[in-house]
């Protein structure tokens, strides 16, 4: 029994100091990646006006090339936003994914989906949820004295035999 034991102590002196090593080897792997941060971003910093205006340039030989293109084609950028592609949508232009943006058109001139001027056959809303939607702006008219019982029941009867009637036709 005696084996067995210095055996378990001799492995366990082992992983021990191979524990010990690994810890040791993290601790260089970190330095050395705090390193490599610290010289990549001195060099970004260093190196910041040049990026600025290599971007600045990017964007502005783009906005040329677009320009030139609308010269040689005859048209204005005006005449090409009236056109029949764009009528009734405003353009968004995307940077850098999206980070920035700029609108040319009127904001709104698009419905929206869950507008009421949209078109019920484009709402991705389903018939029941329709009806609860109705049935609790009801009660909502109702709890605020802004209908009569009445007229409550009326409106109700109304809907639930509306939806009846819609929902056979489907």
């Known amino acids: 029994m005696a084996i067995g034991t ?8 082992f992983k021990g100091v191979m524990l010990a090593y690994m810890v040791l080897i993290l ?32 964007i502005a030989l783009s906005a040329w090339l677009f320009f030139r293109k609308l010269k040689r084609e005859g048209r204005s950028l005006k005449e090409t936003l009236r056109s029949s592609t764009f009528q009734g949508r405003p353009v968004e232009i995307s940077l850098m994914g999206g980070m920035a943006s700029l609108k040319v058109g009127t904001p709104g001139s698009a419905p929206a989906v869950d507008s009421p001027t949209a078109d019920p056959a484009r709402q ?33 009867r109304q809907l639930l035999n509306l939806h009846t009637l819609s929902n056979k036709n489907l």
């Open 124 to 156: 991705l809303e389903d018939p029941a949820t329709v009806k609860i939607r109705e049935l609790s702006e009801l009660a909502r008219l109702l709890e605020n004295d802004l209908i009569t019982q009445d007229e409550f029941e009326l409106a109700k």
């Open 27 to 58: 601790h260089v792997l970190l330095v050395i990646v705090l390193g490599f941060l610290v010289l990549f971003f001195r060099g970004v910093v260093q190196y910041m006006p040049m990026i600025f205006l290599g971007g600045t340039a990017l």
């Open 6 to 13: 210095k055996q378990n102590e001799s492995e366990g002196v």
